[in-house]
């Protein structure tokens, strides 16, 4: 995944809790006067702006109008920039025995800024101001893994089809699919030489031809910073396990990720993610996305 925008590449390691959880992190200052100025806000027009271009650039082929009638479904572009920030549960679990990444996520949708604090300790946090990535833990190992790398990749799961209206997305319509017997448009994206951290970057939709929803995902990673000399992991084939409805927004319920067989079939079972505790923020400090002043600035 691209930690910058419009898209990033997934990431695959985790890390293993073993202390009490914390509850979910509370994102909300006290409603006052003042302090509604000192809020996030997205004025009304840019939302309008924005989904209107997005709307006219996907019209332009088969497979944006398939994107677009996706966005539709899963209750509209312009509800999900409007709804503001989105907040959940992102808690990924390698089937193989390896660490899990579980934390509080806080995302602005609009310019891809990204919160996490941990689930086992509320002072461990790290993220990403749209610039760059911050971490703060008074124990080094409370995320054993590339956290830049990670900041962005849950939105990345659950955001489609949202998150295929920025710059330099290539989509292209494949031949029909099915899977567990329903039948699906199959729309493949790519991206232009230079656009985030991974630009060999794929994603393979497949998309109801009945209910215009999303139900499969399958992607490869090739960071390069985990494959040096190029190249990229196998792909992977995720399949969006039930769905949940949060102020007018249709999202998967939760995630079972396999390996992708040569026959384009999921094979072997590797990971299970359950995405949970999901709202919207509309409430926000201007500054909840940016840097700590004593946080570690990353490279």
Not at 89 to 117: C, I, L
Not at 146 to 154: E, G, N, R, S, V
Not at 257 to 270: A, R
Request: net charge negative; charged share 25%; with cysteine.
């Amino acid at each position: 995944m691209k930690i910058s925008y419009p898209i990033m590449l997934f990431a695959v390691c985790s890390f293993f809790v073993s202390c009490k959880e914390t509850t979910k992190p509370n994102t909300q200052e006290p409603k006052t006067e003042v302090q509604k100025e000192k809020t996030i806000s997205i004025p009304k027009a840019w939302v309008s702006t924005r989904v209107a271009k997005a709307k006219q650039q996907l019209a332009t082929t088969e497979a944006g109008k398939v994107i677009w009638n996706a966005m539709e479904a899963h209750g509209g572009l312009d509800t999900w920039y409007a709804n503001g920030p989105i907040s959940f549960r992102f808690n990924y679990q390698p089937q193989d025995g390896k660490t899990v990444r579980d934390s509080y996520k806080t995302v602005d949708t609009w310019s891809n800024r990204a919160v996490h604090t941990s689930t086992t300790d509320s002072t461990a946090r790290f993220g990403w101001t749209g610039e760059k990535a911050w971490v703060k833990a008074k124990d080094s190992t409370a995320f054993a893994y590339d956290t830049k790398f990670w900041a962005l990749t849950p939105l990345y799961f659950i955001g489609h089809p949202f998150i295929l209206n920025g710059e330099g997305v290539n989509l292209e319509l494949l031949k029909p699919e099915t899977f567990k017997g329903v039948e699906y448009h199959v729309v493949k994206v790519t991206f232009d030489a230079g656009t985030g951290d991974a630009p060999d970057d794929y994603y393979i939709l497949y998309i109801g031809k009945d209910s215009n929803k999303v139900a499969v995902m399958r992607y490869i990673v090739s960071y390069p910073e985990y494959f040096k000399d190029g190249g990229h992991a196998p792909e992977k084939f995720t399949e969006f396990i039930g769905e949940q409805e949060v102020d007018g927004i249709i999202l998967p319920g939760g995630f079972k990720t396999y390996w992708t067989t040569e026959e384009g079939k999921p094979g072997t079972y590797i990971t299970k993610i359950d995405f949970s505790d999901v709202s919207f923020e509309s409430d926000l400090p201007i500054n909840f996305f940016d840097a700590p002043v004593d946080a570690k600035i990353l490279n």
